[in-house]
């Protein structure tokens, strides 16, 4: 991913960039569980309630609107997953390394 944000400005498109393995939301839930110590588990939130959810997360209505169709692209396959540049980082020993880094609250 570094390598890819430091390119010549003429290397542009879309890039999918992954760690060893394809995983799905089932293998985040279960590494943030892993990683917090406590169970964790993927909803699925229906696509007629993206834009509406995004912004109860607190993004603008213009950012939900594109984190919508940006996710919308990216499930229905506009790329082939095969496309994805590997790199070397676990998705565990990435959310593992986030939890670390973000200070707990109780």
């Excluded at 390119?7 to 394809?22: F, N, S």
């Excluded at 964790?40 to 997360?57: D, G, K, N, Y």
């Excluded at 994805?84 to 593992?96: D, I, Q, S």
Aim: glycine residues 6%; proline residues 6%; aromatic residues 8%.
């Amino acid at each position: 991913a570094a390598r890819l944000l430091t390119e010549e400005l003429d290397h542009t498109g879309v890039r999918y960039v992954e760690g060893p393995v394809p995983y799905s939301a089932a293998h985040v839930a279960r590494a943030f569980a892993d990683a917090l110590g406590r169970d964790v588990r993927a909803v699925e939130i229906p696509r007629s309630e993206w834009i509406a959810t995004f912004q109860s997360l607190g993004f603008s209505a213009a950012a939900a609107a594109s984190y919508a169709r940006m996710t919308a692209l990216t499930l229905d396959g506009a790329e082939p997953h095969q496309a994805a540049e590997r790199g070397p980082t676990t998705l565990l020993e990435y959310v593992t390394g986030l939890v670390r880094a973000t200070p707990q609250t109780k």
